[in-house]
């Protein structure tokens, strides 16, 4: 493959093809391949190079998402603060236990 080529086919993405150049002629030539027949095993290669990359950045993902550190919803700052509190012996309403009489 010519330097030309080369740099058109990696621009293009296409890493498989740039790579095994001369290994997928060559077996076009084994197999007696059809234009149509060299061109669908291409594409096809490069689609499973294309999906299996997919695949393992989809589970690479997570891991990094355990990074980053999360904290919870600050409730003891929210107005209602004393609706949240359990050792508040206050009901929701503002009502004591003692004084429902």
Known sequence: MNEELKTQVQALGL??????????????????????????????????????????????KPASLNSLSCRPFPLTNSPNSRRNSCSNSMTPRGISPTDRN
Do not use: M, P, V
């Not at 150049?21 to 669908?40: E, I, P, R, T, V």
């Not at 290669?45 to 393992?56: D, S, V």
């Open 15 to 60: 890493k498989h093809l740039a790579q095994n150049w001369d290994a997928l002629c060559a077996a076009a030539l084994k197999q007696k391949l059809s234009y149509h027949g060299f061109l669908n095993n291409i594409i096809a290669q490069e689609y499973g190079l294309q999906q299996e990359t997919a695949r393992l950045a989809r589970i690479k």
